[in-house]
């Protein structure tokens, strides 16, 4: 069974998903959406940098819309509501990193309405959140009992994303502290990030009298420091601490934090990764403990992952290889908990196609 893909948006997400779904043996990508109109009557594969494939992309949401299709990775810079009932409602189903991990029922009756009309399903997804701060965390402790306290933790060069809207705009780096800090981080990828940690609570079954906390600091630049949105300077911000956690009798339960630096030079306070480097670590306090951590999401170089970075590799491919689960799905919002084990698929000149 071949599942027909719409590729909604072409940044660094987008852009690797149109490459993931061009060699993955049971998808076939039919229609694309860009928003910028210079991007617009260009070849999808052109635009990805993987040559032509036939489909050509347009800025006009009903042009795509009129292509028959069975799902839509929908990866724009911030998520609207309302194109992603009306794509659920249509009946295509629609995998996005952008939200919707473990929403609250109770304020999703909008697209859970679409979803029972379209007979369609949402799933949201992605590396951070949407992979290491609730799908491995929960994998990992099945191997523990007794379980105290869960944590997920992402340290990053962030020189090496180059998604300068998401940088500048969304993370709030090179504005002052008190902008970054009354930015619209904490909000938008915060309510991603807080349901992770809700779904770990759910699904581990810790007591529903958790309280949900944020913290954020920031650390300014010392010195003027390249970055994808141009140089910061000194006293602006150019790394960002983020944790999302819930907390029982003053005990932090599950925790999922971001360590965003622009380098490990020029900084105040000195943050910096430690002796294992840029990494992700998923720790489980229980009987027995256990700290996974994960490398190779994050780039060699400044350079390799300004041209390519793993990590939106890494979340576009989880997108990628939920489709054919998320295609198969009873109509709903579906998260890791109904969809079970999501596999990757071997190279086209391995596997059996
Ligand atoms: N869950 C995770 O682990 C995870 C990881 C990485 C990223 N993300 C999220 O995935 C999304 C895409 O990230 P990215 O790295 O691909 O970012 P990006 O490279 O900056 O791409 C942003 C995309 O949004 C489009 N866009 C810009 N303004 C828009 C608007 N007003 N309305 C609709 N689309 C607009 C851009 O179109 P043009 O190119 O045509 O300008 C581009 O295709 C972001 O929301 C990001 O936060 C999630």
Redesign the pocket.
Known sequence: MTYRVVQW??????RAAIEGVARHPDLELVACW???AS?AGRDAGEIAGIGPLGVIATDDPDEVMRVPADCVIY??????ERIVERILRSGRNVVT??GWVFPDARKSELLLDACREGRSSLHG???????ITERFPLMVSGLSGAVTSVRAEEFSDIRT??????VGD?MGFGGTPAEALAGPMAQL?GG?FRQSVRMVLHEMGFRDDAELRTTQEVAVATAPIDSPIGVIQPGLVAARRFRWEAVIDGQVVVAAIVNWLMGEEHLDPAWNFGPAGERFEVEVVGDPPVLVTFKGWQPESVEEGLRRNP??VA?AMHCVNAVPYVCRADPGIRSYLELGLIAGRAAPHLGQH
């Not at 948006?9 to 987008?14: H, K, L, P, Q």
């Not at 990866?75 to 609207?80: C, E, I, N, T």
């Not at 997804?125 to 992979?131: D, K, L, S, V």
């Open positions: 948006a072409t940044g660094g997400v987008g860009v928003h910028s991007k990866a724009p810079l911030v998520p609207d990193p952008v997804t992605g590396i951070h959140p949407g992979g994303y180059n998604a300068p809207d998401v969304i990828l991603g990590g939106v979340t």
